[in-house]
């Protein structure tokens, strides 16, 4: 699908044997993103060329830009080893044995969160999916960055 393009369809219900039962009406439908900020930041710093965060700081997020009205949120802060997330990482992540923050359907996106010390060493991916009924949702995410010793 592409974003501005409308696009014909009709829903059809089915029985447990995958027989159409009854079939709706054709309707027109336009596929448009959320209206959404022009870019995300994060507070990580260049430290030896490469973007950090420090233990123990606050980590904040921002956006240039403005939402839609009525856009809802999820906040996602996964916790990793390595800079590339694997599917370990992923699944311990998706089960909330691994994430920082893991907040879904809300009025307000998470836009700061306390980097704890213990995470040293290891490396935190922030995302940040808004989305409206009836529209395509937009994903912000920052690339993994390291967590490195407070000054």
């Known amino acids: 699908m592409q974003a501005g393009t ?10 447990d044997e995958g027989e159409v039962i009854s079939t ?6 336009t596929y448009q993103f959320v209206k959404h900020p022009r870019s995300f930041s ?17 980590a904040k997020f921002s ?6 009205k009525g856009t ?18 992923f699944a311990t992540n998706t089960r909330h ?7 879904y359907n809300a009025s307000r996106p998470v836009l700061s969160v306390k980097i704890p010390r213990r995470l040293r060493g290891k490396y935190v991916w922030v995302s ?5 009924d009836g529209k395509a949702g937009w ?12 000054r």
């Open 97 to 103: 044995n691994g994430d920082l923050v893991s907040k």
């Open 72 to 89: 809802r949120y999820s906040t996602q802060v996964w916790v990793s080893k390595t800079k590339r997330f694997t599917s370990h990482d």
């Open 6 to 15: 409308s696009y014909d369809f009709t829903v059809e219900e089915t029985n």
């Open 42 to 58: 994060t507070s990580s710093k260049r430290v030896r060329g490469q973007y950090s965060y420090r233990a123990g700081s606050t």
């Open 63 to 68: 956006f240039r830009g403005t939402w839609e």
């Open 139 to 150: 994903l912000f995410a920052a690339a993994a960055e390291k967590v490195i010793a407070s």
């Open 24 to 29: 709706s009406a054709p309707r027109s439908w």
């Open 128 to 132: 940040i999916l808004g989305w409206k």
